[in-house]
C-alpha cells in the first residue's frame, strides 16, 4: 500500500523532471550537430541532486556532466534523461555503465533514441544491471519536438528542412529585414538562392557567443556569378556554394560544389552527410529560380516545417507579393497585437 503510493507520487513528478531535463538539453542548441540535445536530472529524495546536458559532439554525454554534479549523492537517486542513454562507444562511452557505476536506483527517460546503433539496446542495458526504467508518456512528444530534426536526420537519412519566408503585415515580401536573426541560432544551416545571396547581406546571429549557421547558395543559370568576396568580409558564417554550371566563380575561400543534379532532396542529403540536422530554406523572393526546387516538395516531404514572419510594418511596394527592403520607404506599426480566430491570425497595429 504505501509503497505503491510513494512510487505513485514519484511518477507523478516524472513530467516535471523530464521539463527540466529538455530546458536543459535546449542549453545547447544550435551546438550539438549531429548529436542530439541531450539533458539530464538526478533527483534523490524529491531533491535536485544534479544536472546537466550534452554540450556538443565530441564531449560527455548529458549523464556524465549530471552524475558529477550530483557526486555521492546519485546512489540510489533517479536519474532522468530527456533521451535513452547510450550503450555503445562512439566519441565517449557508454552512458549506460555510467548510470551503473553511480548505482542509480532507477532510470526515467523521455523517448528511446532512434539511432539504431541505441534504439532500445539502452534501456535493456540498465534493466539486465537491475535499474527500474520507465519512458515518461507524458513527455515523450515534447522530447521529440526537441529532436525533431535529429529524428528526421537518422530515419530518413536528409536535413531537417524548414521553409521561411517574411513578411510585412500587407504581404509584402521583405528581402532584407533587421533583426531577426532569433531563428538562425537554432539551424546548422540556411539554404539560401543565388538572387538573394546578390541583393542582401546574409543575416547572421547577434548573440555573443552563437553559432552561425552555414550558409548553402544555390547557384544556378545566370545566378552562378556570385559577389562572394563580400560575404568573406562581412558575413561571420561559412559558405558553400551548390551549383550546376561549372563555370561558377570561383570566390577565394568559398567551398562550391558542382553538382549534377540539382534537386532539394539531393541537396538534402549532402547536408545530413555532413552532419548537419537541420536547414533553412530562405525563401524571400517572389517566383525565380529557386521555386524549381521547391516544386513537389510537398509530395515529396523534403520540407517538414513551415515558419512565417511576419513584421509589424507597412511595407511601400508594388503590392502584396512585390519584394521591398525592410527599413526605406516602409513604417513601423505600434502597439501591434495578434490573435486566433477561427483558425485565423488576426493582426492589428497602429499607424
Ligand atoms: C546519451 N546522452 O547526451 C547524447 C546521446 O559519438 P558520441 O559518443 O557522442 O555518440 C553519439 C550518439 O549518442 C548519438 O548519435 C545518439 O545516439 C547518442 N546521443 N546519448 O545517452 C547524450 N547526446
Ligand atoms: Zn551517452
Known amino acids: 500500500g504505501l509503497r505503491c503510493q510513494a512510487q505513485a507520487g514519484d511518477m507523478d513528478d516524472d513530467g516535471v523532471y523530464i521539463r527540466r531535463c529538455v530546458e536543459l ?38 549523464e556524465v556532466f549530471a552524475l558529477r554534479d550530483a557526486g555521492d549523492l546519485a546512489e540510489n537517486a533517479t536519474a532522468y534523461v530527456s533521451l535513452e542513454p547510450c550503450n555503445h562507444y562512439g566519441r565517449t562511452p557508454p552512458c549506460t555503465e555510467a548510470l551503473i557505476n553511480a548505482k542509480v536506483k532507477d532510470v526515467v527517460v523521455g523517448m528511446t533514441d532512434p539511432n539504431p546503433i541505441v534504439a532500445s539496446k539502452g534501456i535493456e542495458r540498465l534493466q539486465s544491471a537491475g535499474i527500474d526504467v520507465r519512458v515518461c508518456m507524458e513527455e515523450e512528444a515534447l522530447c521529440r519536438k526537441l529532436n525533431e530534426a535529429y529524428i ?15 513578411l510585412s503585415m500587407n504581404g509584402v515580401v521583405l528581402i532584407n ?21 546578390n541583393k542582401s547581406t546574409l543575416p547572421t546571429s547577434h548573440e555573443a557567443g552563437a553559432k552561425q549557421p552555414l550558409y548553402i547558395i544555390i547557384a544556378q543559370g545566370e545566378n552562378s556569378q556570385l559577389k562572394i568576396p ?31 543534379r540539382m534537386s ?13 540536422c537541420s536547414v533553412l530554406v530562405d525563401f524571400r523572393e517572389a517566383g525565380g529560380e529557386f521555386a ?10 523534403l ?8 513584421l509589424p510594418i507597412w511595407a511601400v511596394s508594388k503590392g502584396p507579393g512585390h519584394l521591398a527592403f525592410g527599413g526605406s520607404q516602409s513604417f513601423p506599426l505600434k502597439d501591434v497585437e495578434h490573435k486566433e480566430v477561427n483558425g485565423c491570425m488576426l493582426l492589428e497595429g497602429y499607424v
Open 25 to 62: 538539453a535546449r542549453k545547447a542548441a544550435g551546438h550539438t550537430s549531429p548529436n542530439p540535445m541531450v539533458g539530464c536530472v538526478v533527483v534523490r529524495g524529491g531533491r535536485v541532486v544534479g544536472g546537466g546536458f550534452h554540450p556538443e559532439a565530441g564531449q560527455p554525454h548529458a
Open 303 to 310: 520540407v517538414q516545417k513551415v515558419v512565417v514572419e511576419l
Open 230 to 260: 563580400f560575404l568573406k568580409e562581412e558575413c561571420a558564417s561559412e559558405a558553400v556554394v551548390l551549383t550546376d554550371s561549372p563555370v561558377t566563380v570561383k570566390p577565394p575561400g568559398v567551398e562550391v560544389l558542382v553538382l549534377d
Open 292 to 301: 524549381s526546387l521547391l516544386k513537389n516538395f510537398q509530395e515529396e516531404k
Open 152 to 166: 528526421h536526420r537518422m530515419l530518413a537519412g536528409k536535413a531537417f528542412a524548414t521553409l521561411r519566408t517574411t
Open 264 to 276: 532539394l532532396e539531393f541537396i538534402l542529403e549532402i547536408l545530413a552527410q555532413r552532419g548537419l
Open 177 to 197: 529585414p533587421e533583426g531577426i536573426t532569433q531563428l538562425l541560432k537554432e539551424y546548422d544551416g540556411v539554404i539560401i538562392s543565388g538572387i538573394l545571396a
